[in-house]
């Protein structure tokens, strides 16, 4: 039973027959050539990136850039708005709660640029502290980044409050999407953010495919990312023109296979309804944190009052390492260690943590054998 | 739990992750630290040398199960050995735990406890790194090392 869904979900066969339906039947190069297949593969995927603009709710389809993962997205975002935006002693907002790939791809543009990294501390139950956060906005910051939902802790910041907040001076903010967008609706004009980070692979889609929302506004004066095919509009050795959005973003043949599974994933857990997948993983949260509590020497870490689906704890006396590879052999698989969190594990005081993460497949019956297994765990080290 | 995890998971193991021997400081001799960036896992394991016999063995750190049970065993059976000999049985459990599960292995004695992992391969680097971290400290090299 599969219980680490925070680090990548299972693919419904929709998913899996249409990226094998792409390569079997409309197999062909996006935005190229003039033969009907082509055609066909063009309007594949950009049927696609309106399918992604729609679960947003982005006001425009041109708002949604394909990238690799989550990853690509804000290092997109860092090295092309932060490159042209960002200068000494300038100052870029982070949380003490974000992933490696919401922190490390800013420490890299911070050290080009002599700037800092402020950071917004979180409290023992794993919440942003806000009034801090005011605190650290001022005249030198020039972008916040903070994730949607904390992988490590579970924790759903408030983004619409941390967006009002730095709006209100200006600034604009990135919403690292990664462990939300398979747990609950997201409407990137209701939260107001103005860059928002998503991957396919932990939304029940393919890897290596990803997406990056971009205000329009933003997108159109940030310089490209990459340099190549399919993002220029004429190309001399003197002088080349860039693709209007979203192709501007979008150098080389693109994950078009990746793209159409997304839009497969999409359209099946909102065929479920998101209403329906959060209630599910809510009840299944409270049903999780009820059985794990009656664990002996067991501490939740990350007790936020708005949590998503992840169960992340230690057991007294136990290396979370020595907990996987029992829980593995119970046939039980979770995620152990440091969830490239390693500045929150810093923060925590511990060198790793044991995590169980729930999608819209787990059932009562698996958090029953994880607590089971977690008892025999308790036994083996008492 | 299966067969596998109690050749893992060894009471002596257990006993030894419960309660560490010789997990404790030591001003000034020989030291070096193992430290496995992915994992976490961290020891350094300090050694009294004189002439070139071990007297003396301790470690501190943090990790799982397995380091702390390995750091554990070698240092109580590391006192007295000469330097040479210390080496040579690195050498030997490296080799021992290298072995393919099933393959026969040589008698390790005290430390055979520390085989189970064989049946687990991606637990062996948790073995060896106090083991690494020894032989650094037996070259008199004051550094960090990884297993990983």
């Not at chain 1, 290396?319 to 929150?344: E, S």
């Not at chain 2, 050995?81 to 072995?99: F, G, I, K, P, Q």
């Amino acid at each position: 039973m599969y219980l680490d869904n925070a680090a990548t979900t299972h693919k419904p066969r929709v998913v899996i027959d249409r990226v094998a339906r792409y390569y079997t039947e409309e197999n062909a190069s996006v935005h190229r050539g003039v033969h009907s297949l082509g055609e066909r593969a063009t309007d594949a995927y950009e049927g696609a990136r309106e399918r992604v603009a729609r679960f947003l709710n982005a006001a425009e389809t041109r708002e949604v850039i394909f990238v690799r993962g989550a990853t690509e997205a804000v290092n997109l975002v860092a090295s092309t708005y932060g490159r042209t935006h960002v200068g000494p002693d300038d100052e870029i907002v982070v949380s003490e709660m974000e992933h490696h790939s919401n922190l490390v791809p800013w420490q890299i543009l911070c050290d080009e640029k002599g700037a800092r990294l402020r950071i917004i501390p979180i409290t023992d139950a794993g919440e942003l502290r806000m009034e801090s956060y005011e605190q650290l906005l001022n005249d030198r910051t020039r972008i916040v980044a903070v994730a949607h939902v904390s992988n490590a802790l579970g924790t759903v910041n408030p983004v619409a409050e941390v967006v009002r907040r730095a709006h209100a001076r200006g600034i604009p903010v990135l919403v690292d999407g990664a462990q939300a967008v398979a747990r609950m609706p997201v409407d990137v004009q209701e939260l107001g953010c103005d860059f928002y980070a998503f991957s396919g692979h932990k939304l029940f889609g393919p890897t290596g495919i990803g997406v990056l929302y971009g205000r329009e506004r933003l997108l159109d004066k940030m310089p490209p990312y990459q340099g190549g095919g399919g993002m220029i509009t004429s190309v001399a050795f003197e002088r080349t023109e860039y693709s209007a959005l979203p192709l501007k973003f979008e150098a080389g043949t693109p994950h078009v296979a990746g793209a159409l599974g997304l839009a497969a994933a999409i359209e099946y857990v909102t065929d479920l309804g998101l209403d329906r997948v959060r209630a599910h993983e809510s009840a299944l949260l409270d049903y999780g944190t009820g059985a794990l509590s009656g664990v002996p020497g067991l501490r939740f870490t990350g007790t936020a009052a708005n949590k998503a689906g992840i169960l992340a704890f230690l057991l007294d006396g136990v290396h979370p390492h020595d907990i996987g590879t029992i829980l593995d052999r119970a046939g039980v698989a979770i995620r152990v260690g440091h969830h490239c969190c390693q500045p929150l594990m810093a923060r925590l005081r511990v060198p790793a943590t044991a995590r169980a993460s729930l999608a819209l497949y787990n059932t009562r019956d698996e958090i029953d054998t994880l607590a089971a297994a977690l008892f025999e765990v308790r036994e083996m080290f008492a | 739990m299966t067969v596998d995890l109690h050749a893992l998971y060894q009471e002596v193991v257990l006993d030894h992750n419960r309660q560490p021997r010789n997990f404790r400081a030591m001003q000034g001799g020989r030291k070096a630290e193992g430290f496995n960036r992915i994992c976490g896992d961290r020891v350094t394991v300090h050694l009294r040398v004189e002439g070139d016999v071990i007297r003396d063995a301790c470690f501190q750190g943090s990790g799982c199960a397995i380091v702390k049970a390995s750091a554990s065993l070698m240092t109580e059976h590391i006192r007295e050995l000469t330097l040479a000999d210390a080496t040579a049985l690195v050498e030997r459990l490296r080799r021992t735990l290298s072995v393919p599960p099933g393959a026969p292995i040589d008698d390790l004695g005290a430390l055979s406890a520390l085989t189970g992992v064989r049946l687990f391969p991606i637990r062996i680097k948790c073995a060896v790194l106090p083991w690494e971290a020894l032989l650094a400290a037996l070259n008199a090299r004051d550094e960090v090392v990884s297993t990983e």
